[in-house]
């Protein structure tokens, strides 16, 4: 069996080399990988003793050679491809172990050049996993160390490897270019050319959109049915997922997640990382029904709960502080789908032992950081549409103290402030048209999704008003402006005493005029939060 090893990454290839080695592979390799298996005192023969033809062109040309691809495309069961290689002097290549320049990694640095991007686009690379993962039933390709171990185990066991693990090893290889080949294009059809700006140095502007998009995605898993049990669904994940996202958490007990509760988990979980003290975030049907933020998780629940009793059966719960005792034992009185965390306590794991189809999650808190990944959010968000596709940046947007103005005579106390604040994250995760009352961190009442502002806020208040809550002293967020005054005086007949919302209306100054008359503040956020 001869091996080509040719790798930009060369994390375990010294020591995947010498147990090829050791089992008799005869190893052939290129440039720097030649130079370090040689170092470490391995037997290896260079590409270009094979060819007969010496690198050039700074290494770009190597192994573009047909002793390289007659090689690895010659099918062995084809007594013309055989002879074919035998008149030419070509011996077969069994094994090879490919891992491309780091195209990604440099284009991803603060200030890569024009130049630097270029030179990192692999060719002979790619050229030869595909020469090998097209002739998959008699070549192995393998282009990530993380499959060093079962090439390995395979080649103990049996002298050969399978025709499962050739042809998964082949899928891995042109999953791969795919990857690459998109990452490239992403990279070039965003760069705005300025012919006038070219040199070594320079680092090109680049459009938010390319000119083509290649999202790249992994499936996690396939799910039992979609949004209805009459539709098929998947879970895939980004290439790279952001720590702290959803697609990172662990499950550790429970059924299968479905597909509306990885949808509704989604919206509980980006909710509730958004607060900084301890929150528990209720959510059913895409929307919040209860939030609430604390001293503790058993507080913060306890108080998210209280909004809506009756729309939490059989929610989905997350928390942004580790589930105690306490929380566990008050959790475990409602019928609840999934519940998430950053971890649970041992005494918490054993309450919901019992509750065999509660499926529990632990999701690793985001580190944070100024970036949407550091915050382990999406930077873009899609949606599909008829034959194409709607892409934006995510909604990352968050509101200081300091952006609120004032429009109204009356000016918000320091407490209706912050509630303003803790509203306006809550709406933000509420589908359009959203209102939602809050006082003392708690949501007293939530409207969503529909289509008049004015039903919303009337929702909001009955929906108080089933759950026994007073929305009298409470601020209210709407999650775009008023159109007519008529939206504010429903909220402050249920009791506001202070409104945010985003202004921009023609009307705005007669719904300011209408706030100044009923004698509550309020504040313009500059900024709205649809979300359909």
Known sequence: MRALLSVSDKTGIVEFAQALHGLGVTLLSTGGTAKLLADKGLPVTEVAEVTNFPEMLDGRVKTLHPKVHGGLLARRDVPEHMA???EHGIETIDLLVVNLYPFEATVAKAGCTLADAIENIDIGGP????SAAKNWKDVGVVTDAGQYAAVIAELKASGKLSDKLRFALSVAAFNRIAQYDGAISDYLSSVTFEEEKLSES????RNLFPGQSNGQFIKVQDLRYGENSHQQAALYRDLYP???SLVTGVQLQGKELSYNNIADADAAWECVKSFEAPACVIVKHANPCGVAVG???????AKAFQTDPTSAFGGIIAFNRTVDKAAAEAVVKQFVEVLMAPDFTAEALAIFQPKVNVRLMKIALPQGGASAWDQGRNAMDAKRVGSGLLLQT?????????????VTVKQPTPEELQDLLFAWKVAKYVKSNAIVFCKNGMTMGVGAGQMSRLDSARIASIKAEAAKLSLQGTVVASDAFFPFRDGLDVVVDAGATCVAQPGG????????D??????VAMVFTGVRHFRH
């Open 84 to 86: 074919a290689l035998k």
């Open 242 to 244: 952001a720590p702290g």
């Open 514 to 519: 209408a706030a100044n008359e009923r004698g």
């Open 202 to 205: 320079y680092v090109p502007s």
């Open 295 to 301: 001293k503790d998780a058993h507080e913060a629940y």
């Open 394 to 406: 995510a909604d990352n947007h968050e509101l200081a103290l300091a952006d609120l103005k004032v």
């Open 505 to 512: 209306s023609m009307r705005d100054q007669e719904v300011i």
């Open 127 to 130: 050229a030869m996993v595909r």
